[in-house]
């Protein structure tokens, strides 16, 4: 149930405050599936690696073929899903860690990804904390 009101706070105050400011946080559903998560740090750290390899990713291709508006944001979440994927299958098999560094979501690194490219890196990991702990108070307000 707190998923369901993480997602749909996150949902509500990412669009006042894309109205307000216009600028997103990472994504519609961003906000509300980091807050969720609040309490695990490291996954949410790999998220944003993950969606940093995304950006470097695109902005690559993007030298060699023309990426633009749905291109753009569909090989963002493509190859978010296949980095959080291989991340989660292969990769944390050959780590130790003691702790849970799994991506949060297949397509949420994308998502804020696709952010970076229009808004900036900056602008977009600020506005996603900003909206994400106004969101994660808010769910501790009516929890």
């Given amino acids: 149930m707190m998923f ?19 600028l997103t946080a990472g994504g519609l559903i961003t906000p509300g599936y980091l807050a969720y998560f609040w309490d695990q740090p490291l996954r949410i750290i790999m ?13 690559l ?13 569909m090989l963002a979440v493509v190859s978010s899903f296949i980095f959080s994927w291989f991340i989660s299958s292969y990769l944390i ?32 990991i600020l506005v996603t904390a900003f909206i994400t702990s106004i969101t994660r108070m808010v769910l501790l307000l009516i929890i």
Avoid at 4 to 22: P, Q, R, S, W
Avoid at 47 to 59: D, N, P
Avoid at 96 to 116: K, Q, S
């Fill in 4 to 22: 369901i009101k993480a997602l749909g706070v996150g949902i509500i105050l990412n669009y006042i405050f894309l109205e307000l400011v216009g």
């Fill in 47 to 59: 998220t944003f690696v993950v969606a940093f390899i995304c950006y470097l990713f695109v902005l």
């Fill in 61 to 73: 291709l993007s030298n060699f073929i023309i990426i633009y508006s749905k291109r753009r944001f």
């Fill in 93 to 124: 098999q050959f780590l130790v860690f003691e702790t849970d560094i799994r991506v949060i979501g297949y397509i949420i690194p994308g998502l804020i990804a696709n952010e970076m490219i229009k808004q900036g890196i900056t602008k977009t």
